[in-house]
């Protein structure tokens, strides 16, 4: 990604969840001439987190950023800031992104268990979803798995560790999910 | 990135509500098979079935496993056998069935369907060669599926053919008779028989249809009835529109899992995607059911009044779901009233609530007719006759496909259960009115002409 300007900062946020986080945050930014090149929000059980990149015409002290959006104590905004470097490109192997889904009684160490076994084999989570209702505990995640991995294999390794856990454990090809949800489906 | 409510529903539908995709049918034309001598004839089908059908079901596991959904039936659809018995006698009938059930079973496949014959405007001697050999080929061999087409909207209905199933019928019911006369389960008796259909027992490649394609067929009674109690359970009262709005979203979205399956299993196969059919299948297992669809739409018993209007409503909504999610849609797409392989309809039946006649009404208006219904066996070969002709008729005049899958149990009379098992479910006896009242017209023979295509009132 090319930024607007050439002193950028990513910026993370983390608050409790009201009306008017956004817009105090980019007030901040735009009083500074900053413009926001890139921004992903999300809430979970109440929280607010944001990671947005920004960038600057003259560089700013990071530490002195975040204190500015941070503004008044009262607003309880916890708020990271550092330069960002775009990251490096490394040549990637081919993947493909599948989607796992484990449900079962919750219990300590189940997104260990899981995530563990997945960077043991190079797996990628893109995005993970977790939730407790009652006693039981849903994990989903998006991953990108290298092209050289036997599925069948990953798939019952997973079995076996759900069976371990008392757990249900499916990994299924994004394009079951993309077929059934979106109108547009290239294939 | 995906939603995780897109990934739940889907998770849902495929997981809690049994959506499975209930055929992958090959249809591949086996016209050079044809062959002056039976010997070369049988090795020629032999090779050629095993040279493209041996991977079908190792390559439908692996696409299975890679979307984690089951694939229920592997199967294969042929060319009419009519055209490779053309110049043969009734002795090499038999040698063919008894080939395509070998190589069948040597690939995994469950059934092959196409032992097939189309005599709508009349029977040459090859079609009569298969006709005459049912009662031999389905008691005498396990995958065999075979389908004669009686009627089109072009050229009538032939009552000669029609007058010929009838006994047809009865002498395979005898021939199977400790089956419980089981070998009419693998028999339909069609109109406008559809050239892509992928679903037994009725799978034949039709004229125009490629060397090889991978045909689709999918469940989803379960995933409708699902979806309808959701919207239902909501407490707020939804109109019948609403609700078939709710059936058309979930059509939808069933119809893509089936074309996103046959299209990969198309390309590993190096063959022709051909279609997705959207009939809704039911098979014997609590809830996936159509009976249910139509219960949980409001029709208390089913073949009460309002079931015909109810059954219209599901079949329109599925069809525009699935014509919308697909490019590809053939076969029958309506909706399937099979009445020993749902359980709600087989329990209507036995209840005495729904009859043969009401089902009739019902198949007007949805496809594919009067299928999986078992009959007293006594039942006259004319009488038989005289329901095909009227269902045949059905399809003629609305421009549809329609047929008849009856099972005439030897020695069982009204009331009486049957138990086919697995998919085929079973079914209680039903009566037939006015048995025998119908010979003097089916005996006239000859064809109803084609109706005529102005004054469609």
């Given at each position: 990604m090319k930024t607007q300007f050439p002193n950028a900062y990513v910026l993370n946020v983390l608050t409790g969840d009201h009306p008017g986080i956004i817009a105090a945050i980019t007030r901040s930014v735009n009083q500074r001439g900053g413009n926001i090149d890139a921004c992903s929000q999300t809430v979970v059980e109440g929280f607010f987190t944001l990671i947005m990149v920004i960038s600057f015409a003259k560089p700013v002290e990071p530490d002195a950023l975040a204190t500015e959006i941070r503004g008044d104590q009262a607003t309880g905004f916890q708020v990271v800031a550092r330069k960002f470097v775009p990251p490096v490109v490394k040549p990637v192997a081919a993947v493909d992104r599948f989607v796992l889904t484990a449900f079962g009684k919750d219990k300590p160490g189940i997104v260990r268990r899981f995530s563990e076994y997945l960077a043991g084999k190079d797996i990628n989570i893109l995005d993970l979803f977790a939730h407790r209702e009652g006693d039981d505990f849903l994990l989903i995640g998006q991953v990108e798995i290298p092209a050289t991995r036997d599925l069948a294999l990953l798939q019952a390794d997973l079995e076996q560790i759900a069976a371990e856990e008392a757990f249900t454990v499916k990994l299924q090809h994004e394009n079951i999910f993309v077929a059934t949800n979106q109108l547009r489906f290239e294939r | 990135m995906l939603r995780t409510d897109e990934i739940l529903s889907t998770i849902q539908m495929l997981h809690a509500e049994s959506l499975d995709v209930r055929t992958v049918t090959l249809a591949l034309n086996l016209d050079d098979c044809a062959a002056p001598s039976m010997d070369s004839l049988c090795r020629k089908l032999r090779e050629k079935i095993t040279g493209r059908a041996s991977r079908l079901v190792e390559t439908c596991n692996k696409v299975g496993r890679k979307?984690?959904?089951?694939?229920?039936?592997?199967?294969?659809?042929?060319?009419?056998?009519?055209?490779?018995?053309?110049?043969?006698?009734?002795?090499?009938?038999?040698?063919?069935?008894?080939?395509l059930d070998e190589a069948t079973a040597a690939c995994g496949i469950d059934l092959v369907g196409g032992f097939s014959a189309l005599v709508h405007k009349g029977i040459t001697p090859a079609d009569?060669?298969?006709?005459?050999?049912?009662?031999?080929?389905?008691?005498?061999?396990?995958?065999?599926?075979?389908?004669?087409?009686?009627?089109?909207?072009?050229?009538?209905?032939?009552?000669?053919?029609?007058g010929e199933m009838g006994r047809i019928i009865l002498e395979i019911a005898a021939a199977t008779a400790a089956q419980k006369g089981f070998g009419c389960a693998k028999l339909v008796v069609f109109a406008n028989i559809p050239e892509d259909n992928p679903?037994?027992?009725?799978?034949?490649?039709?004229?125009?249809?490629?060397?090889?394609?991978?045909?689709?067929?999918?469940?989803?009674?379960?995933?409708?009835?699902?979806?309808?109690?959701?919207?239902?359970?909501?407490?707020?009262?939804?109109?019948?529109?609403?609700?078939?709005?709710?059936?058309?979203?979930?059509?939808?979205?069933?119809?893509?899992?089936?074309?996103l399956v046959g299209r990969e299993v198309a390309d590993e196969l190096g063959i022709a995607f051909g279609i997705v059919d959207l009939s809704l299948a039911p098979t014997p297992k609590v809830g996936d059911s159509v009976g249910e669809i139509l219960k949980t739409l409001g029709i208390a018993q089913i073949g009460a009044p309002g079931s015909t209007a109810a059954v219209a409503m599901l079949t329109d909504a599925v069809k525009k779901g699935g014509a919308f999610a697909s490019s590809s849609v053939g076969g029958m797409?309506?909706?399937?009233?099979?009445?020993?392989?749902?359980?709600?309809?087989?329990?209507?039946?036995?209840?005495?609530?729904?009859?043969?006649?009401?089902?009739?009404?019902?198949?007007?208006?949805?496809?594919?007719?009067?299928?999986?219904?078992?009959?007293?066996?006594?039942?006259?070969?004319?009488?038989?006759?005289?329901?095909?002709?009227?269902?045949?008729?059905?399809?003629?005049?609305?421009?549809?496909?329609?047929?008849?899958?009856?099972?005439?149990?030897?020695?069982?009379?009204?009331?009486?259960?049957?138990?086919?098992?697995?998919?085929?479910?079973?079914?209680?006896?039903?009566?037939?009115?006015?048995?025998?009242?119908?010979a003097d017209f089916v005996n006239h023979g000859g064809r109803i002409p084609a109706p005529i295509q102005s004054l469609r009132n």
């Open positions: - | 979307y984690g959904i089951p694939i229920v039936n592997k199967r294969l659809a042929i060319t009419p056998a009519s055209h490779l018995l053309a110049g043969h006698g009734q002795a090499a009938a038999l040698a063919v069935a008894k080939t009569a060669c298969v006709m005459r050999s049912l009662p031999e080929v389905l008691s005498q061999t396990k995958r065999v599926c075979a389908s004669i087409n009686v009627a089109t909207t072009k050229a009538g209905v032939n009552m000669d053919a029609i679903f037994m027992a009725g799978a034949y490649v039709g004229e125009g249809e490629p060397e090889a394609a991978v045909n689709i067929g999918v469940s989803g009674p379960n995933v409708v009835v699902s979806a309808l109690r959701r919207r239902l359970a909501l407490g707020k009262k939804l109109t019948l529109n609403e609700l078939a709005e709710e059936i058309k979203l979930t059509s939808f979205r069933v119809t893509r899992v089936g074309e797409s309506g909706a399937f009233i099979p009445v020993s392989e749902d359980e709600v309809l087989d329990n209507a039946v036995t209840k005495g609530w729904l009859s043969l006649e009401k089902l009739e009404a019902m198949t007007s208006v949805c496809s594919v007719g009067l299928d999986m219904i078992a009959i007293p066996g006594n039942t006259p070969a004319e009488t038989i006759a005289a329901i095909i002709a009227d269902e045949a008729t059905i399809g003629v005049v609305n421009n549809k496909t329609t047929g008849v899958r009856l099972i005439p149990v030897p020695g069982a009379k009204v009331g009486d259960r049957v138990e086919y098992g697995g998919l085929f479910g079973g079914a209680t006896i039903m009566e037939v009115r006015n048995s025998g009242a119908s």
